[in-house]
């Protein structure tokens, strides 16, 4: 047996695909829904796919909440970038004040969650939270970290080798305290 594919048109412009029998995208009024009765290993329920090979080619999905067609206003996007032969990132992008898409955030092939940035890079203005751990926040004419402690004193900050506190920054009636020694 051949693989069966039809599509159904039904007079009130709704439209439903259809594949080897199951019923996988299916249009009403409201909205389109998708879905798998695969079984077994099949996983993949949507795909988007750009067959280009070049770095920096994109997959993407669009989220529109304007009645202005081609408009970005209110916008957000879902996008796969090609960053390599094997590799690829993964960005949302947001649409500012002028309607024009920025990346608000993208976490990277090697699993760095980046904010406010591109790559990975301690020189450039954004922050990271890197995959082995390191946390890296870098601002221009600015302070780097704002730490908060409300309706209480105590340590702000702790420090810790191994998961042994070595020492911590807080707050006391007397004031602000540096402790050096670990508690």
Known sequence: GGTEIMAVFAKDDAVSLYHNGSQKLATTSTGAELQNTASGSETDILQIRNNATATSTAGTIKFVNSTSSGSNSGSTELVGIRTGTNTGDFVIRTSNSSASMQEAMRISSSGNLLVGKTSA?????????????????????????YLNRKTSEGDIAQFR?????????????????VDGEGS
């Open 121 to 145: 890079s301690g020189s450039t203005v954004g922050a990271e939270l890197r995959a082995a751990g390191t946390v890296i926040a870098t601002v221009d004419g600015d302070y780097p970290l």
């Open 161 to 177: 080798k191994d998961g042994t506190l070595v020492g911590s920054v807080g707050i006391e009636s007397s004031g602000f305290y």
